[in-house]
Antibody, heavy 121, light 110 residues
Framework: QVQLVESGGGVVQPGRSLRLSCAASRVNFGSYSMHWVRQAPGKGLEWVAVIWYDGSEKYYADSVKGRFTISRDNSKNTLYLQMNSVRAEDTAVYYC??????????????WGQGTLVTVSS | QSALTQPASVSGSPGQSITISCTGTSSDVGSYNLVSWYQQHPGQAPKLMIYDVSQRPSGVSYRFSGSKSGNTASLTISGLQAEDEADYYCCSYAGSNTVIFGGGTKLTVL
C-alpha cells in the first residue's frame, strides 16, 4: 500500500518562499516519478510539476516555471516543492501524487491528503 | 496550457446514464490516447477512475467507461447511484512531458 503525507503548508506573504514536503511510504520509492498537483479553493485541479524517478528530469507548468523547484531525496523517501516569489494565485491545496507504474508516469494512482498554502499579507 | 473544457455541471436520476465531455486540442487529447478521469468527493483527494482513455483500474466499477473521438474525450456513468455524486476531472498528456487537467464537472444525482 502506498501512503503519501504532505506537510509544510501555511500562510506566507506575497513574494516570500515556502517549502513543501511529501513523505512516501512505498517500497522502491526511487523507482517512481512524483508529481505536485494543486487545487485553489473551490476550483479545479492544476498539474504543477513532475520529477523523474531518479531526479534527472523535471518539468513544470508554465504558471510556476522559474519560481517553483521540484526535487526529491530517495534516501529519505521524500519529495519537495520549493516555492519562491509566491503570489496570491498560488493559494491552493497542494497534493503530491504518483503512478502505480512508472511507464505510465502521467497518471496519478496515489494521492496524499494535501497541504494548504495561503498567500496573504 | 489552457485547461481542457468540461461542462460545469451535469445531473441525472438514479439508474440513468450520464456522459461528461472533455474537449482539448490536437496538441493534447487529439494527439495521445493518454486520457484519464478522476473522481473527487468533497474534502477528499481525487481518485483515478479511467486511464488510457477507456481502461478501468482494479476496483473501479464497470459502470464507469471512457471513450475518445478526435479532440474530445468522454466519461459515461451508467446506472447512476447516489455515491457517484462528486466532481469529475479529465486529464491528458499534453506533450513535452507535461499534463493538463480539465476544469471539472460537478455531477448531481437527483
Amino acid at each position: 500500500q502506498v501512503q503519501l503525507v504532505e506537510s509544510g503548508g501555511g500562510v506566507v506573504q506575497p513574494g516570500r518562499s515556502l517549502r513543501l514536503s511529501c513523505a512516501a511510504s512505498r517500497v522502491n520509492f526511487g523507482s517512481y516519478s512524483m508529481h505536485w498537483v494543486r487545487q485553489a479553493p473551490g476550483k479545479g485541479l492544476e498539474w504543477v510539476a513532475v520529477i523523474w524517478y531518479d531526479g534527472s528530469e523535471k518539468y513544470y507548468a508554465d504558471s510556476v516555471k522559474g519560481r517553483f523547484t521540484i526535487s526529491r531525496d530517495n534516501s529519505k523517501n521524500t519529495l519537495y516543492l520549493q516555492m519562491n516569489s509566491v503570489r496570491a494565485e498560488d493559494t491552493a491545496v497542494y497534493y503530491c501524487a504518483t503512478p502505480e507504474d512508472d511507464a505510465s508516469w502521467f497518471y496519478f494512482d496515489y494521492w496524499g491528503q494535501g497541504t494548504l498554502v495561503t498567500v496573504s499579507s | 496550457q489552457s485547461a481542457l473544457t468540461q461542462p460545469a455541471s451535469v445531473s441525472g436520476s438514479p439508474g440513468q446514464s450520464i456522459t461528461i465531455s472533455c474537449t482539448g486540442t490536437s496538441s493534447d487529447v487529439g494527439s495521445y490516447n493518454l486520457v484519464s478521469w478522476y473522481q473527487q468527493h468533497p474534502g477528499q483527494a481525487p481518485k483515478l477512475m479511467i486511464y488510457d482513455v477507456s481502461q478501468r483500474p482494479s476496483g473501479v466499477s464497470y459502470r464507469f467507461s471512457g471513450s475518445k473521438s478526435g479532440n474530445t474525450a468522454s466519461l459515461t456513468i451508467s446506472g447512476l447511484q447516489a455515491e457517484d455524486e462528486a466532481d469529475y476531472y479529465c486529464c491528458s498528456y499534453a506533450g513535452s512531458n507535461t499534463v493538463i487537467f480539465g476544469g471539472g464537472t460537478k455531477l448531481t444525482v437527483l
